[in-house]
């Protein structure tokens, strides 16, 4: 009888051991995937309250969103859902209300904002956001000179960068304001690409062009996140971009929730 219930303690034990061995390996597994996943930038419950707003009037509530390195992402929903909103509080412009950002594993609440906005992403506007004055090499060459690039040969580093998003050489002395919309998006793009961020963020890039050349356009984002491991992230509202990226997020209105 004794001898009996030991035996059965002893199986006891194994079992329990065994349990809690598989569960340490799945504990493993989880955290592999997890690494295996790549996750560059993570939303973790960010919400967002201007600072002139009504105390529950939040431009955004609970986001919670993950993007990996080699991934290209839009951002979808309608006008006023809080796009524009998210893109300022991932580009580091204004801190989350509630809930934090974590890049690279560290949250951006540790971070210097300055020197993430001007190493870590890369900014693409709608309106380009580019001196109309100045030829598209100049441009670019502001960006690097604005964000301190160290850098020997400006204009052949801006030159090859144009190259990248297929611009002719031709283009490097031409002011911005003979270059068509989409040129101009391909100079802000390159431009964007200056100090080689891990990140791209890209607020509708798309939404002054036509169909044709937002394909053209999103090509290079595509080119950029699948060949060079960025992460790309698009804000937008066009069927067409979310087609064409690896994952959609949709964002909706506060009141819908
Ligand atoms: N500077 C601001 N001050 C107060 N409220 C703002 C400000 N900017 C945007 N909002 C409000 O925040 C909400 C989200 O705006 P926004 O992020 O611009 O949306 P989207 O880019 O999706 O159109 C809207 O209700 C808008 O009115
Ligand atoms: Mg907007």
Not at 87 to 92: D, E, V
Not at 112 to 132: A, E, H
């Amino acid at each position: 009888m004794t001898y009996k219930k030991k035996n059965s303690d002893i199986s006891k034990e194994r079992l329990e051991m065994n349990v809690s061995s598989k569960k340490v390996k799945e504990q493993d597994r989880e955290d592999k995937k997890k690494d295996a996943k790549n996750i560059i930038l993570s939303i973790q419950n960010a919400s967002y309250r201007y600072s002139d707003a009504d105390e529950d009037d939040y431009a955004l509530k609970n986001v919670s969103f993950d993007f990996e390195s080699g991934k290209i992402y839009a951002i979808r929903g309608r006008s006023g859902t809080g796009k524009t909103t998210l893109l300022s509080l991932i580009s580091g412009l204004e801190r989350c209300t509630e809930g934090e950002i974590v890049f690279n594993g560290k949250s951006l609440k540790e971070m210097n904002l300055d020197k993430y906005r001007n190493s870590d992403i890369g900014i693409v506007f709608q309106s380009y956001n580019l001196l109309p004055f100045m030829t598209a090499s100049e441009n670019i060459i502001l960006s690097m000179d604005a964000n301190g690039l160290k850098i020997k040969n400006k204009k052949e580093k801006a030159i090859e960068l144009m190259e990248k998003v297929g611009l002719k050489e031709a283009y490097k002395d031409r002011k911005v304001l003979r270059l068509s919309g989409g040129e101009q998006q391909r100079v802000a793009i390159a431009r964007s690409l200056s100090y080689n961020p891990k990140m791209i963020i890209a607020d509708e890039p798309t939404g002054n062009l036509d169909k044709q050349t937002e394909t053209e356009i999103l090509e290079i984002f595509k080119k950029l996140a699948h060949e060079e491991n960025k992460c790309v992230i698009i804000v937008t509202h066009s069927q067409n971009v979310c087609d064409a990226v690896d994952v959609v997020y949709d964002l909706k209105k506060v009141q819908e929730r």
